[in-house]
């Protein structure tokens, strides 16, 4: 493990070749062609040393965590630990007991509703979210709010995809309770001025969660820079396992908060009549949890870690700004998603073919795409279609790949034309 | 390996840019909603029945090829069958495209319908077939509802 943040390391040239070389799945072949992996915002591919990882973890250190006391149960407790450890890191938390372990982004939301949401809100009150979010920054509130009463509140966007920074003050009132907003958007890439957001916000005494579950694969992520309260994320976009995810909260925040759910691990003691609660983070990991998993985001950071981030970052950025081009370029394409601030993201239609025949085309020329509404069906709503066809990138990707991807639209404009 | 022309067929990528019967009934004797959230594919199909006849068919919506395409030669095949044979059809169809790839394509009395043997070598394709078929279902039973609301 490098521990590199490589923040201040000079620009090298990014070798893709190497790192495709990572990444086992990358050499496949799909109906005889080679894979073109474009659908790394629904999940990203693991590298080697995440596989090799998680298998070491199942074959020489299976045992359950935190109340063994022989040596397996130690080895894989202290494994766990040391995961968190690495999480705490590499979003810079200031307190490792900041870092929860949950099954993924969704389920971090959920836990937020579930405590601060159901303990904090009344009848009346508001929480504040965006026109850009996931299903799963929306359905947990309003579940919520037909126990609780309160309103869910939007901040609407523009054309391009951007939110309306002009709306934002006006929205929040007295009755915000709570900001949650995404990073960066799953459907059209735009990554939010989520510095702004919490500023605005907390001048105003209202606490903000961030979904950055398209955040962390593209962007360094520094808790205590963005000084969100929440910051939820998911390993298996990160190029970690399924199953694993993050929720980070600052800690006096976190301890003020009831237990998630009940169980095993969460308590510090138990009697028919009461029990005792376990500190944070313990208090919201109830069972056993995906240990393995667990193990495997470690790695993934591992991974990420020993990357030069800035050159990672230039090669995205060159590398959306040519899939940009090349599908502008298409007669009858049309990009969705067009905010000045983006990560990897090609959001698009194409005129007179429906998102889902592009998508079943593509996969025939071994190109692997999202065809949809992406989870996001208020953005669909918003910008008048009913689904997009979506690629997006990881630093994996490559040039070839996206005029790959262009030669099989042309097949697409082919057969519907 | 499959070959995507035997999924896009003239037929289907005709009925797709020109699909028939795609207008309400006013006032139909019955209609039904059906959507497919995986793709977003939303239909309408309305129904004017004789007795037993099914004396106008016709469909509204937004979807992809297969869809829009499945629904117009749906509507075009069930004009004046009865409500008897809509559903052996219904049947014939549904076999015909959820058949293992390898089996021998029965296309029975599905006539041009038999355009969509093709979906069968695309698994997650099915549901768009389908789904005008079982939006015609839901409507049909609508009718034998006594309680029906339309």
């Known amino acids: 493990m490098s521990g590199l943040t490589a923040v201040s390391r000079p620009t090298a040239a990014f070798d893709v070749r190497r790192i495709r070389r990572d990444f086992p799945i990358l050499q496949e072949s799909v109906h005889g062609k080679p894979l073109v992996y474009l659908d790394n915002a629904a999940t990203a591919q693991k590298p080697q040393s995440v596989i090799d990882t998680m298998v070491r973890s199942l074959a ?71 026109a850009l979010e996931h299903h799963s920054n929306i359905v947990p509130w309003q579940l919520l709010a037909e126990q609780v009463g309160f309103r869910l509140r939007v901040i609407p966007m523009t054309d391009s995809g951007e939110l309306r920074l002009d709306l934002y003050q006006g929205l929040l009132t007295p009755r915000t309770k709570l900001v949650s907003v ?58 970690g396992p399924t199953g694993i995810g993050v929720l980070y909260g600052k800690r006096t925040l976190l301890e003020s908060l009831p237990p998630y759910q009940g169980g095993g691990d969460m308590i510090s003691s138990v009697t028919f009549e009461k029990s005792e609660y376990n500190v944070v983070p313990y208090k919201f990991e109830a069972g056993t949890p995906n240990i393995t998993g667990a193990v495997g985001l470690g790695a993934a950071i591992d991974y990420l870690e020993g990357l030069d981030w800035p050159a990672v970052q230039e090669y995205e950025h060159e590398l959306l700004a040519y899939g940009t081009e090349r599908l502008s370029a298409l007669t009858g394409v049309r990009i969705l998603g067009t905010a000045a601030s983006k990560a990897s993201v090609l959001s698009f239609v194409m005129e007179h073919v429906h998102p889902h025949d592009i998508g079943t085309i593509l996969d025939q020329e071994g190109v692997a795409i999202r065809t949809g509404h992406h989870c996001t069906q208020p953005v669909m709503e918003r910008l008048g279609v009913p689904a997009t066809a979506r690629a997006s990138l990881a630093f994996y990707n490559t040039r070839d790949e996206i005029d790959t991807l262009v030669a099989a639209l042309g097949k697409v404009q082919e057969i519907f034309t | 390996m499959s070959d995507l022309r035997d999924l896009y067929q003239e037929v289907i990528l005709d009925h797709n840019k020109r699909p028939r019967n795609f207008r309400a009934i006013a006032p139909p004797n019955q209609k039904a909603e059906g959507y497919n959230p995986l793709c977003g594919d939303r239909i309408t199909v309305y129904l004017r029945l004789n007795g037993d006849v099914i ?7 937004s979807g992809c090829a297969i869809s829009k395409a499945s629904a ?9 069958r009865t409500i008897g044979e809509a559903d052996s059809l219904f049947n014939e169809f549904h076999h015909m495209v959820t058949a293992p790839a390898d089996a021998p394509v029965e296309t029975g009395r599905l006539d041009k319908l038999a355009v ?35």
């Open chain 2, 72 to 80: 117009s030669l749906m509507t075009d095949a069930l004009k004046g």
């Open chain 2, 116 to 150: 969509f043997a093709g979906v069968r070598e695309y698994p997650v394709r099915v549901k768009c077939a389908s789904l005008a078929w079982h939006t015609l279902r839901a409507a049909l039973e609508a009718k034998h509802d006594v309680v029906s609301t339309e």
């Open chain 2, 55 to 61: 004396e106008d068919v016709a469909f509204e919506g």
């Open chain 1, 60 to 130: 020489e250190e299976n045992a359950n965590i935190h109340r063994g006391v022989h040596a397996l149960s130690e080895r894989a407790t202290r494994s766990f630990e040391d995961a968190r450890a690495k999480v705490k890191r590499f979003i810079n938390a200031a307190d490792v007991r900041e870092i929860v372990f949950v099954r993924g982004t969704t389920e971090a939301i959920n836990l937020v509703a579930q405590t601060f949401g159901r303990t904090r809100l009344t009848a009346g009150d508001e929480v504040l979210i965006s």
């Open chain 1, 182 to 239: 995404v990073h960066v958007s799953n459907s059209l890439g735009t990554i939010n001025p989520v510095e702004e957001l919490v500023s605005v916000a907390h001048e105003r005494g209202i606490p903000v969660l961030l979904d950055g579950a398209q955040a962390v694969p593209h962007l360094k992520v520094d808790v205590q820079a963005l000084d969100c309260d929440f910051y939820a994320f998911s390993g298996h976009k990160m190029f």
